[in-house]
T-cell receptor, first 113, second 118 residues
Framework: QKEVEQNSGPLSVPEGAIASLNCTYSDRGSQSFFWYRQYSGKSPELIMFIYSNGDKEDGRFTAQLNKASQYVSLLIRDSQPSDSATYLC?????????????FGTGTKLQVIP | EAGVAQSPRYKIIEKRQSVAFWCNPISGHATLYWYQQILGQGPKLLIQ????????DSQLPKDRFSAERLKGVDSTLKIQPAKLEDSAVYLC????????????????FGEGSWLTVV
């Protein structure tokens, strides 16, 4: 079982719709969860992090965490063509004295004008 | 604030040749990471430094890859000899600190060094 799993997509949504991106992780003791956006040919950039169960909102983005189900998601409201990118889920499992961050393979999002 | 600097941006080499990538993290960042990202995949951690000490190199192919961070600031990743499957983007990243249990420890990435082995 992979440490961090994501559907590779592509996920296609029309402009203005809600895009829902999902991620599951294997280590139940994981503590921190991150969503990065990566445009083609560019390096990843952080969108949000979350570490408590529930929702965390930042503008059009909402991260949702359910530790019991080992599931984290990212909702993008009012999707724009500029949101078209690959979204990487990253998880920080427990490790001795330092933070190790493991990435999923990413979900490619296409927002159709 | 200057970001993570990497060089060279692009490199094409023949198999069995050697290559070195350089990284200068954000000023004051104690933790430095080297990730390998193959096209269509997520970044894979090769090595993680805390100051000038290695805290994780479990996925570094040590028969051909080496990395150092001698003064706890900039770092060099070397591949010798290169194989075709080493073609990837090598991403350097840094974070302010790395302590278990603390959240929001954002990793900042450089623009990456693109390697093609032919």
């Amino acid at each position: 079982q992979k440490e961090v799993e994501q559907n590779s997509g592509p996920l296609s949504v029309p402009e203005g719709a809600i895009a829902s991106l999902n991620c599951t992780y294997s280590d139940r003791g994981s503590q921190s969860f991150f969503w990065y956006r990566q445009y083609s040919g560019k390096s990843p950039e952080l969108i949000m992090f979350i570490y408590s169960n529930g929702d965390k909102e930042d503008g059009r983005f909402t991260a949702q965490l359910n530790k019991a189900s080992q599931y984290v998601s990212l909702l993008i409201r009012d999707s724009q063509p500029s949101d078209s990118a690959t979204y990487l889920c990253a998880v920080s499992p427990p490790s001795g004295g330092y933070q190790k961050v493991t990435f999923g393979t990413g979900t490619k999002l296409q927002v159709i004008p | 604030e200057a970001g993570v600097a990497q060089s060279p941006r692009y490199k094409i080499i023949e198999k069995r040749q050697s290559v070195a990538f350089w990284c200068n993290p954000i000023s004051g960042h104690a933790t430095l990471y080297w990730y390998q990202q193959i096209l269509g995949q997520g970044p894979k951690l090769l090595i993680q430094f805390q100051n000038n000490g290695v805290v994780d190199d479990s996925q570094l192919p040590k028969d051909r890859f080496s990395a150092e961070r001698l003064k706890g600031v900039d770092s060099t990743l070397k591949i010798q000899p290169a194989k075709l499957e080493d073609s990837a983007v090598y991403l350097c990243a840094s974070s302010f600190f790395s302590v278990r249990g603390l959240s929001g420890n954002t990793i900042y990435f450089g623009e990456g060094s693109w390697l093609t082995v032919v």
